[in-house]
């Protein structure tokens, strides 16, 4: 028989908040994470804003704050949401076999040191266009820091968190992009259910909102850019006029436990994670199959490895990041897979207002699905102001909805072409 | 019906070659590392590497359209995307599977639905010349402020430039080349990624969702910026006069880890697919082990203690005991702490048999080419165990006191039996292991 996994704890550090229920009544009363960047000077920057997650004291989270003196803001995020989703689970203290205790992190790499890299290429720079890499080296050995070094690795979250709560079960660090903690979550789930570990900490932690960062995805064109003056109007899923997502980072961490060893110590359940799916676009780097083929076998393979039909499922946490391609690709698959009962079930993309939290986007989104169960209300999709003919699902503009909700699917589509999808559902014994 | 999972090809890019090229080299001691080739690494503490041939084409063999698509990409690869997608082609041109003509779809014969892949990487660290433009057009005196980042800087970006370094680029373009729509996951567990990839690659299967799944490994770590890196870590060799021994895996003047390079991959199949249609089978995954360190970020465990629950995990899915092990393939990267936590973790899982199981590690020859360890072994253990051999430790010459295992040193023994366990462990980070029965 197959084990059953529960969800028993949840942690997250996002633009919204630092904890679940902050976050979670800002998502509803229709709040915006997104801001002008405050983390660097990024006014000459074709983005100008973000949403970032407000600073935080450490030491409220980790047992020697001096350990994380060189950590980059990814793994800040995952100590802070990592504490609360253990103490949530009732774990800091419980005695649980740490050897049966893994982890499973879609997880960024750290924030790269921008001043020092360009000060390095800068003396060494040759006639020629290129570095010469004698100079760069010396002026980079004066200058580079070991262990901002070896905080850039995108494991480092993961090494931590294993370090500060003594955990031995099976651990992976993956980086799939914007699809990455949802892939991370669903393996978890395997693991539990193939009876590896007993307990998961497991979801997604990232930053891109560095110099670098928003460079890259500002020379893709993939980010929104407008308006500068009104930048929590910037992020608007399925609005004819969306023009590309913003930037978030933060993190969600969740405990997955497999059923009666939750049940045995008294554990609060706050869902049950039933369904996983995944699969490859194989289509190209950055575009979406435009049949949304791949979308669509994700989509299908978690609900049927979930036991559901289209017509249990009560909300879709859309992967929604308000690119013009996504939002229609996306809104075509969910027909795809629906059929009717596609224009019957709420669909919403919380990207438009806590940004894009990129390897940490899909564990705060299967956050606010576990809550919408919890709740009995779903979230809005902020500044859908004008339809768009060809994104015609019901997205719950701007105010949340109460609503019966015992099935959500929470989609998340990675560049790159990984396509992951969960149902979680209301524990019923 | 039959679920147990064999490899159907192997793919090997490496300092010393192909698959059967590195398998000889380690077989004969030869060394692949020398002095640095592809930049003048002259000023680092360290300058020696283990490079990949300057010959390699990562379009040896795949089909005309295939190879103009890497070559239109070829800009959007760095150096770690293309050694993954050439030893990822060059294990699925080994299945012998039917690749198909041009204008038709790869692989007509299987499901690309239920093939997936698994790759071990790392974020990559970005080429110094891609900068070198928008560095001068921002920079005054070899500074370079935001404002002027944002305002001179950025327009003269490559604008793909952020597709470069993304971890999960080397499965993105395997995927488009061969048509794989099945699970697509990019493991970043630093040097134990490549067998991290086969535990979930084989985990996958078992699931029920694939039955073609590649697992790979791919990095350089010969870069600037890595070198850079490790050397201020303290981790890299520094004294070596004779880059040819200058790693010393297990050895009690162990030097450090010498950067290398390249990339790996293994094709699996359910084993009566694979008999059926007549498939070469190198040998069968009989279990895999997956746990991490916990001593912080750049430690390792001294009593290897994660080494030790993953190696177990794998024989325990293996249902193999530790005696009946015919090799044993270390991480080994010649970094004191790495190497003796290693050891002591295999002691501890070996139990008596550790006295007796021939205990070997190819980095001598290679350096350290990070995600690709584990998956790199394997297919050297696939190719020598045909000839019955463990080959020897190369520059191991007086084995570490501490390290107290049966480690094959001078001459390569007589393999016995079939049974081979590979092992691999990021410090302060994830261990991983995997039981293979050979083909011999």
Redo the contacts between chains.
């Keep these: 028989m197959t084990r059953r996994v529960v969800i028993t704890g949840i942690g997250t550090a996002n633009p919204l908040g630092m904890t679940v229920e902050e976050s979670w009544q800002g998502l509803l009363a229709g709040k915006s994470g997104i801001r002008p960047i405050f983390i660097?000077?990024?006014?000459?920057?074709?983005t100008t804003f973000a949403a970032q997650v407000a600073d935080f004291d450490l030491a409220d989270y980790v047992r020697n704050p001096d350990?994380f003196t060189r950590a980059g803001r990814n793994v800040r995020f995952a100590m802070a949401a990592g504490r609360r989703a253990m103490e949530d689970a009732g774990l800091l203290e419980a005695q649980v076999d740490t050897?049966r205790f893994g982890?499973y992190l879609g997880?960024g790499?750290g924030v790269l040191d921008f001043?020092t890299?360009?000060?390095s290429?800068?003396?060494?720079?040759?006639d020629s266009?290129?570095?010469?890499?004698?100079?760069?080296?010396?002026?980079?050995?004066q200058r580079?820091?070991?262990?901002s070094?070896?905080?850039?690795?995108?494991?480092?979250p993961?090494?931590?968190l294993?370090?500060e709560y003594?955990?031995?079960?099976?651990?992976?660090?993956?980086?799939?992009?914007c699809a990455a903690s949802t892939?991370a979550l669903g393996?978890a789930l395997?693991?539990i259910r193939?009876g590896?570990a007993d307990l998961m900490l497991s979801g997604g932690t990232h930053s891109m909102i560095h110099?670098?960062g928003v460079?890259?995805?500002?020379?893709?064109t993939a980010i929104s850019t407008e308006p500068k003056d009104e930048p929590w109007r910037a992020s608007r899923p399925f609005d004819r006029d969306r023009g590309g997502f913003v930037l978030g980072e933060g993190s969600t961490i969740m405990i997955l436990e497999e059923l009666e060893h939750a049940q045995a110590r008294g554990a609060r359940l706050w869902a049950e994670l039933v369904g996983f799916g995944?699969?490859?676009?194989?289509?190209?780097?950055?575009d979406i199959h435009p049949e949304g083929?791949?979308p669509a076998?994700a989509m299908q393979?978690a609900l049927d490895d979930a036991g559901v039909r289209p017509a249990d499922v009560d909300y879709i946490s859309a992967h929604g990041t308000g690119t013009q391609e996504n939002d229609r690709v996306e809104t075509l698959t969910i027909k795809l897979v629906f059929g009717d009962e596609a224009y019957k079930t709420p669909v919403s993309s919380v990207k438009s207002a806590l940004g894009h939290l990129i390897a940490a986007a899909g564990a705060t989104e299967l956050m606010t699905c576990v809550l919408a169960i919890r709740d009995q209300v779903l979230p809005p999709t902020l500044n859908l102001d004008t339809p768009d003919p060809e994104c015609d699902l019901d997205y719950i503009p701007h105010t949340a909805r109460q609503a019966e909700v015992e099935v959500c699917l929470s989609n998340s589509f990675?560049?790159?072409?990984?396509n992951d999808c969960l149902v979680v559902r209301r524990f019923v014994p | 019906m039959d679920r147990r999972i064999v490899i159907t090809g192997m793919g090997l890019v490496s300092p010393a070659g192909d698959a059967a090229d590195l398998a000889d080299a380690v077989r004969a001691g030869r060394s692949a590392v020398a002095p640095i080739r592809q930049f003048d690494a002259s000023a680092f503490p360290s300058s020696i590497g283990g490079e990949i041939p300057d010959d390699f084409d990562p379009s040896n063999g795949v089909r005309k359209e295939q190879r103009r698509y890497i070559k239109k990409n070829t800009k959007v690869m760095s150096r770690d995307i293309l050694m993954g997608l050439g030893a990822a082609n060059r294990a699925i041109l080994d299945t012998g599977l039917p690749i198909g003509d041009d204008g038709q779809p790869p692989l007509p014969t299987i499901d690309h639905a239920r093939f997936g892949m698994v790759f071990g990487t790392s974020f990559i660290p970005t080429t110094l010349d891609d900068l070198a433009g928008p560095v001068r057009a921002a920079q005054a005196d070899a500074e370079v402020n935001l404002n002027d980042w944002g305002a001179k800087g950025i327009p003269q970006m490559f604008p793909l430039w952020l597709l470069k370094h993304l971890p999960n680029m080397h499965a993105c373009h395997t995927g488009v080349l061969w048509d794989a729509q099945g699970p697509s996951n990019s493991l970043t567990c630093s040097d134990a990624g490549g067998l991290v990839a086969l535990d979930e690659a084989v985990r996958i299967m078992a699931r029920g969702i694939a039955n073609l799944m590649l697992a790979g490994g791919a990095e350089s770590r010969v870069s600037p910026l890595l070198l850079m890196r490790y050397a201020l870590l303290h981790r890299l060799v520094t004294a070596a006069e004779d880059p040819a021994s200058a790693s010393r895996p297990f050895d009690r003047d162990r030097l450090g880890w010498v950067v290398a390079e390249g990339a790996a991959a293994v094709m699996l199949e359910f084993r009566d697919a694979a008999e059926a249609r007549g498939a070469r089978i190198w040998g069968e995954v009989l279990g895999t082990g997956v746990s991490t360190m916990t001593g912080g970020i750049n430690a390792c465990d001294a009593d290897g203690r994660g080494v030790a629950l993953a190696v177990r995990r794998a024989l325990d899915a293996a249902g193999v005991e530790p005696a009946d092990l015919g090799a044993v393939y270390a991480h080994g990267p010649a970094l004191e702490q790495q190497d003796r936590g290693e050891a002591a973790g295999l002691a501890a899982a070996l139990g008596d048999a550790a006295r007796s199981v021939p205990v070997t590690a190819t980095k001598g020859v290679t350096g350290h080419m990070g995600a690709v360890s584990g998956l790199a072994d394997l297919a050297v253990a696939c190719h020598l165990a045909r000839d019955g051999l463990v080959p020897p430790i190369l520059n191991c010459h007086t084995p570490d006191p501490e390290v107290r295992l049966n480690l094959v040193t001078g001459e390569a023994r007589e393999m016995k039996g079939d049974l081979v366990l590979v092992t691999t462990n990021a410090i302060g980070g994830q261990t991983a292991a995997a039981v293979v029965r050979v083909n011999r």
């Design positions: 660097f000077d990024a006014s000459t920057f074709p350990e050897d982890i997880s790499e001043q890299l360009v000060h290429i800068a003396v060494g720079l040759n266009g290129s570095v010469d890499t004698v100079r760069f080296a010396q002026a980079g050995l580079y820091d070991a262990f070094e070896l905080e850039q690795e995108p494991n480092m993961a090494n931590h294993a370090h003594g955990l031995r079960g099976p651990a992976y660090s993956c980086l799939t992009a892939q393996e395997d693991l193939t590896r110099p670098l460079t890259g995805f500002n020379l893709l995944t699969s490859a676009d194989a289509y190209r780097m950055t083929r791949g076998a393979m990675g560049f790159g072409g990984q």
